[in-house]
C-alpha cells in the first residue's frame, strides 16, 4: 500500500463555474504536511490560499484530485477539522465558556458533564481566557475573542487544525500576543497545522514550513520552504538567528521577485 504523508493533497484542481465559464483557481496542487508540522501557506491576495484551505476543511470539492487525512478520504466537513477564521464567529448569545463547551459537546463522547467543563476551562486557560468565562463576545476584545476562538478549536482535538488568516483583523501588538499563544500551543500540543497568512515574519515565527503559492488563476505550488529554527521558539530569541533571515529574504524574494503582486504589474 502508498505509504502517505499524515494530511495528503493529490493533485487537486479546483474550478469554478461562472458566467463565462469554468474558472480554474487551483492547478493539480501536491502538498504533503506530517503529523505535528505547522504549515504556512502565503501568497499573493486572490491567489488561492482559501480555496486550498477549504477544500481540506471540506468546504469545498475539488474538481479533481483527492485529499487524504491519516490514510482516508476527506469529502466534508468534520470535526475532525477544526477551523479558525478571521472573523472568529462566536455565538454573540453565548457566553466565551458555553461557545466553547458547544464545539466540545460535538466531540466528546463519554465525557461526563463536569469533564466537559474541566475541559473548556482547560482549554480557555491555555489560552489565558479563563478570567472571561463568563463574558459573552461583546463584552470581550477583538483579540481576546480570537484567543476564545482558537480554544474553541484546539478543545475539539482536531486531527488539523486550519487557521485562514487568524490575525488580520487585529493590531500589530496583540497579533504579535497572539502569535506567542499560537507559538506556546504548539509547544505543548503539537498539533498539525495549515495557517494562512499575508505576513511574512508570523510565517518564519511560527512555521515548520513555509509553502508559497503562485498567482492564480491555475495557482500552483512555487516553492515549499522548510525554517531550520529550533523549538520551542521566541520571538526574541529567533530574531538574531542567521535562519530566520535566509527564510525571510527567500520568501521575500518569491513574493516580490519571482512572482509579483499581479495587481501592480505594469
Ligand atoms: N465561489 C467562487 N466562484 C468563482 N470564483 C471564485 C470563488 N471562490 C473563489 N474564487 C476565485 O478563486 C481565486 C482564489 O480565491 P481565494 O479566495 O482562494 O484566494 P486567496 O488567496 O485566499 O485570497 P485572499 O488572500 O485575498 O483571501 C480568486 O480569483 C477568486 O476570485
Redesign the pocket.
Known sequence: MKQRSYLALEGITVE???KSGP?C?LDKVDLNIEKGQFVALI??????????L?AVAGLNTPTKGVIFLDGEVIDRPGPDRAVVFQDHSLLPWLTVEENVALAVSKTAQGKSRNEQRDWVMHNLELVQMAHAAKKRPGEISGGMKQRVGIARAIAMQPRVLLMD?PFGALDALTRAALQDVVMDLQARLNNTVLM?T?DVDEAVLLSDRVVM?TN??A?RIGQDLAVDLPRPRGRLSVIDLPAYADARSEIIHFLHERYRNPSLAA
Not at 501568497?43 to 486550498?52: A, D, M, N
Open positions: 469554478f463555474p461562472t474558472f483557481a501568497g499573493h491576495s486572490g491567489c488561492g490560499k482559501s480555496t486550498l477549504n488568516e494562512i499575508h503559492m492564480g488563476p495557482a
